[in-house]
């Protein structure tokens, strides 16, 4: 299996822009976490869905954060208007058995200038 | 309220062993999970704690206490490459900033 899948690697984008990170979770696991890491709040789970159904978004920092995942194999999570503190790596990670055991992605490195 | 609590930085030297200890407090609670980090990587599991007790894998153990709230990773023969942050992540908390490890020469 190839793992999580996440695209792109790295993003550099302006204040204001809309930023759409990807994800494709282990064929098989139920379960798809986003968070985010930055050195002063260390790694936050966003948000987590089971069976492409979101179950708890309230990490989701404010309104302009939305995920979806239409299907099995997809999740993206959007940013909309941009911000210059929304700078910071952002994982997806899935699993077969809820947040006990989860397969994190290489990450996301976003750079909001 | 709910909230986690792990040292920020740890150091040993090679070949000794090392305690990182994690305490929580939390209104719903099913298992206390450990993570390694190395620096430009991505989290990677390294074990859970259900219940009670000690589990081992190979040179790391980890420990709980379900009645103290807590649980610590125990790493033996400390490798150079054992150098990387461990997070303690009980369900539906978020995994914080972890305990920075250097193992020294």
């Known amino acids: 299996d190839a793992g999580v899948i996440q695209s792109p690697r790295h993003e550099v984008t302006e204040m204001g822009q809309e930023v759409t990170l990807r994800c494709k979770p282990i064929s098989g696991h139920d379960y798809l976490f986003w968070y985010r890491q930055t050195m002063m709040r260390g790694l936050e789970l966003l948000i987590y869905?089971?069976?492409?159904?979101?179950?708890?978004d309230s990490g989701m920092p404010e309104d302009r954060f939305s995920a979806k995942m239409p299907n099995a194999s997809f999740s993206t999570l959007k940013i909309q208007p941009s911000e210059p503190r929304d700078s910071a790596v952002y994982f997806c990670a899935s699993s077969q058995q809820g947040p006990t055991e989860q397969f994190f992605g290489p990450g996301t490195r976003l750079t909001v200038l | 309220g709910q909230s986690l609590e792990q040292p920020s930085e740890v150091t040993a030297v090679e070949g000794a062993i090392v305690q990182i200890n994690c305490t929580y407090q939390t209104s719903g609670f099913y298992g206390l999970s450990w993570y390694q980090q190395h620096d430009g990587g991505a989290p990677t599991f390294l074990s859970y704690n259900a219940l009670d007790g000690l589990e081992e894998t190979g040179r790391f153990s980890s420990f709980l206490s379900r009645s103290d709230s807590y649980g610590y990773l125990l790493l033996q023969e400390l490798q150079m490459k054992d150098s990387a942050s461990y997070f303690c992540?009980?369900?539906?908390?978020?995994f914080g900033s972890g305990t920075q490890l250097t193992v020294l020469p």
């Open positions: 992540a009980p369900r539906q908390l978020t």
């Open positions: 869905f089971n069976n492409n159904v979101p179950i708890d």
